[in-house]
């Protein structure tokens, strides 16, 4: 079984930025996309991004686009979030996901960690 971590989350100014990782362990995913997604208080789980096994290919929600980035390091197996330009609205849970392709990580991701809190102060 393959297991997510993530870290880095914490309090932040509006305007700050913040950088998120994630470690993988257990069964290798050699072939597997990984990417974040976010879940606020009453409110839907939403994705955010995506990133290919070889890191070549990356998919971005409209609401964090060009103000976050992911990035990953297969030889260290963590995958990293980088987000700048926070807002209010950005205060959420944020949870690393894992799947097979983007269509199944964006739909329902096979790997979860168990999150880390991001809040933004106004």
């Known amino acids: 079984q393959v297991q997510l971590v993530e870290s880095g989350g914490g309090f932040v100014q509006a305007g700050g930025s913040l950088s998120l990782s994630c470690a993988a362990s257990g069964r290798t995913l050699n072939r597997y996309v990984m990417g974040w997604v976010r879940q606020a208080p009453g409110k839907e789980r939403e994705f955010l991004a995506g990133i290919s096994w070889s890191g070549g290919n990356t998919d971005y929600a409209d609401s964090v686009k060009g103000r976050f980035t992911i990035s990953r390091d297969n030889a260290k197996n963590t995958v990293v979030l980088q987000m700048k330009s926070l807002k209010p609205e950005d205060t959420a849970v944020y949870y690393c996901?894992?799947?097979?392709?983007?269509?199944?990580?964006?739909?329902?991701?096979?790997?979860w960690g168990q999150g880390t809190q991001v809040t933004v102060s106004s």
């Open positions: 996901t894992a799947d097979l392709n983007i269509r199944l990580l964006k739909s329902r991701g096979n790997y």
